[in-house]
T-cell receptor, first 115, second 114 residues
Framework: GAVVSQHPSWVICKSGTSVKIECRSLDFQATTMFWYRQFPKQSLMLMATSNEGSKATYEQGVEKDKFLINHASLTLSTLTVTSAHPEDSSFYIC???????????FGSGTRLTVV | AQTVTQSQPEMSVQEAETVTLSCTYDTSENNYYLFWYKQPPSRQMILVIRQEAYKQQNATENRFSVNFQKAAKSFSLKISDSQLGDTAMYFCAFMKLGDDKIIFGKGTRLHILP
């Protein structure tokens, strides 16, 4: 089956630094990738949608300058949390899909802690 | 705009019992997908079952089955012979055909008790 690899699985960083999270589709080419944020015991909140070779589409309220998304190839999307602050601490999940397939595969998530 | 509502924040059942998780949704679309996802303590999102709205037959996957009522916009998940490994957060989700964005409900936390 389709596999999406997300790294790192957890990261601790200092306030003010930047952190990059990678999302790779291992055995298929994903036309679209999604980034979610999940607070404890809550649902997934869509942050942005990225398509290969084009700018990401951010959801309302998500700061595009803080959460930089790059989708350089059909198998790789990255989320960079810039100038991280403790309030950015959260669980971040990516997913990938082939357009129109109605099939999504999720990465295993990244727990970010900013100290 | 589409919305997905899960009215049961938390449920507990004994192992081997059958449990039904409720989900309703609101849409003016006629063609769409509905999903149930499971998120165990590992937090990995796992697809449990998928239903295409144009299919009248309810989807089933082993012990998991759905009751899809299109007119009522209801999409409940039944877990038969529940197992300890079924303990997880369950999310109902909606996707409009031709759109890649998936809309999640708030989830139901299911505890299977030994």
């Amino acid at each position: 089956g389709a596999v999406v690899s997300q790294h790192p699985s957890w990261v601790i960083c200092k306030s003010g630094t930047s952190v990059k999270i990678e999302c790779r589709s291992l055995d298929f080419q994903a036309t679209t990738m999604f980034w979610y944020r999940q607070f404890p015991k809550q649902s997934l909140m869509l942050m942005a949608t990225s398509n290969e070779g084009s700018k990401a589409t951010y959801e309302q309220g998500v700061e595009k300058d803080k959460f930089l998304i790059n989708h350089a190839s059909l198998t790789l999307s990255t989320l960079t949390v810039t100038s991280a602050h403790p309030e950015d601490s959260s669980f971040y999940i990516c997913s990938a899909t082939l357009t129109g397939e109605g099939s999504y595969t999720f990465g295993s998530g990244t727990r970010l802690t900013v100290v | 705009a589409q919305t997905v509502t899960q009215s049961q924040p938390e449920m507990s059942v004994q192992e081997a019992e059958t449990v039904t998780l409720s989900c309703t949704y609101d849409t003016s679309e006629n063609n769409y997908y509905l999903f149930w996802y499971k998120q165990p303590p590992s937090r990995q999102m796992i697809l449990v079952i998928r239903q295409e709205a144009y299919k009248q037959q309810n989807a089933t996957e082993n012990r998991f089955s759905v009751n899809f009522q299109k007119a009522a916009k209801s999409f409940s998940l039944k877990i038969s012979d529940s197992q300890l490994g079924d303990t997880a957060m369950y999310f109902c989700a909606f996707m409009k055909l031709g759109d890649d964005k998936i809309i999640f409900g708030k989830g139901t936390r299911l505890h299977i008790l030994p």
